[in-house]
């Protein structure tokens, strides 16, 4: 009889370590030289060359999550989105990427895309249909974040694919916010998938890394460009994030579901005047994340109702962390005008939709009952300011 596959938890735990051929281990050994042999050896190793043991054990892990036959490890999310988008691109050729995508990803383009001669089209809406007509003879690249970051838009992924496909073009994705526990965007044909894996992958804000997976063609053609630009992840933090990912399935389950209700309770708060969540029956994208997700993910975004000082509501916060990053066990929220969108002008954002007082609310593993006593209070010390500064 054969064996099923796998269950996520199991892979996560089981796939792409290393075993202890010596002293038999539970946990993968630590290479850490950064010298390795080169006669009578079958690989010449080298740490920018993406092929050390632990490199290429982690690689595996990612790939096999994410349903590709192959992976990489970077230093960062954005060595991964810049490396992965530059293999693929060349000057004279267009990218189309969607405006409601990470700040970062948005700077990269605007500020250094035209000095190497490449051309970009940002698309105000995420349909299909708003990536066809964008595109021209030129075009190379199909770019997605879904949901994306901060007010989680969503993209249908098997038609923007298909759409790749008829037009001969590489589908990239950021799949950060959904991590491959809740959307494997390979199962519906996109070609690359990117990580910040300093987010769901690490888990726990101590570690900072990117991850690129794809199939063993695409991943040969981003090496060869990586190689040169030099973005690999010390051993070191590879191992840690090889240990952090083997709970990243159960964290991600108890974060999703946090966020769930966080979710609904903040939409039926009287002090709470938006709540952005695909989870939610009335967000825009709901269908499709039905269709395409397993989990809705551990983010939303919210807005406070009209008068209500943001400043003063984070001030008030007990147990949840103003915090610049996202996805660790803690929850935490941001401010995107001030830390991910930061560095857009005050116009780009309001193209993006993203408001001065918009809050991105990561959810953590903390019991649902005193996050939400967290939120209630803070808003009530917020509401009580705004009378206060009223009758004054």
């Known amino acids: 009889?054969?064996?099923?596959?796998?269950?996520?938890?199991?892979?996560?735990?089981?796939?792409?370590?290393?075993?202890?051929?010596?002293?038999?281990?539970?946990?993968?050994?630590?290479?850490?030289?950064?010298?390795?042999?080169?006669?009578e050896v079958e690989v010449k190793r080298y740490p920018r060359y993406f092929n050390t043991p632990n490199q290429e054990?982690?690689?595996?892990?990612?790939?096999?999550?994410?349903?590709?036959?192959?992976?990489?490890?970077?230093?960062?999310?954005?060595?991964?989105?810049?490396?992965?988008?530059?293999?693929?691109?060349?000057?004279?050729?267009?990218?189309?990427?969607?405006?409601?995508?990470?700040?970062?990803?948005?700077?990269?383009?605007?500020?250094?895309f035209d000095k190497f001669g490449i051309a970009y089209t940002f698309i105000d809406q995420t349909r299909p249909e708003d990536f066809e007509a964008a595109i021209r003879p030129n075009t190379r690249v199909l770019y997605l974040e879904t949901p994306s970051?901060?007010?989680?838009?969503?993209?249908?992924l098997q038609a923007v694919a298909d759409l790749a496909r008829r037009k001969g073009l590489v589908t990239l994705i950021d799949n950060t916010f959904a991590s491959p526990i809740n959307q494997n965007p390979a199962d519906f044909g996109i070609d690359v998938m990117i990580h910040s894996a300093t987010k769901y992958m690490g888990g726990h804000s101590d570690i900072c890394a990117g991850a690129v997976a794809a199939s063993a063609e695409h991943i040969d053609r981003i090496f060869q460009l990586a190689k040169n630009l030099g973005g690999s992840l010390s051993d070191y933090t590879?191992?840690?994030?090889?240990?952090?990912?083997?709970?990243?399935?159960?964290?991600?389950?108890?974060?999703?579901?946090?966020a769930l209700q966080l979710s609904r309770y903040l939409r039926d708060h009287a002090?709470?005047?938006?709540?952005?969540?695909?989870?939610?029956?009335?967000?825009?994208?709901?269908?499709?994340?039905?269709?395409?997700?397993?989990?809705?993910?551990?983010?939303?975004?919210?807005?406070?109702?009209?008068?209500?000082d943001t400043e003063a509501f984070t001030r008030a916060l007990r147990w949840i962390k103003p915090s610049m990053s996202l996805a660790g066990v803690e929850s935490t929220l941001t401010l995107p005008a001030q830390?991910?969108?930061?560095?857009?002008?005050?116009?780009?954002?309001?193209?993006?939709?993203?408001?001065?007082?918009?809050?991105?609310?990561?959810?953590?593993?903390?019991d649902i009952g005193d996050l939400k006593a967290d939120l209630n209070q803070a808003l009530q010390l917020a509401s009580q300011a705004v009378a206060v500064a009223r009758d004054k």
């Open 1 to 39: 009889m054969k064996d099923s596959k796998p269950g996520v938890n199991t892979r996560c735990t089981h796939m792409g370590g290393l075993e202890d051929t010596l002293y038999k281990g539970a946990v993968s050994p630590l290479f850490m030289s950064t010298s390795y042999a080169y006669e």
């Open 57 to 112: 054990a982690l690689a595996q892990k990612v790939a096999n999550l994410e349903h590709t036959e192959a992976g990489l490890i970077f230093g960062s999310g954005m060595a991964a989105v810049s490396t992965a988008l530059l293999a693929f691109l060349r000057s004279g050729d267009h990218l189309v990427l969607p405006r409601q995508s990470y700040g970062g990803t948005q700077n990269l383009v605007q500020e250094e």
């Open 149 to 156: 970051n901060p007010l989680l838009y969503l993209t249908d």
């Open 238 to 258: 590879v191992w840690l994030l090889e240990r952090s990912m083997k709970t990243m399935g159960l964290r991600v389950k108890a974060q999703s579901e946090n």
């Open 271 to 308: 002090l709470v005047s938006r709540v952005y969540y695909p989870g939610l029956e009335d967000h825009p994208g709901h269908a499709i994340a039905r269709e395409q997700m397993r989990g809705y993910g551990g983010m939303l975004s919210f807005e406070l109702g009209e008068g209500l």
């Open 339 to 366: 830390t991910s969108h930061g560095l857009l002008t005050p116009e780009q954002r309001k193209t993006s939709g993203i408001s001065d007082g918009l809050i991105r609310f990561s959810c953590g593993i903390e």
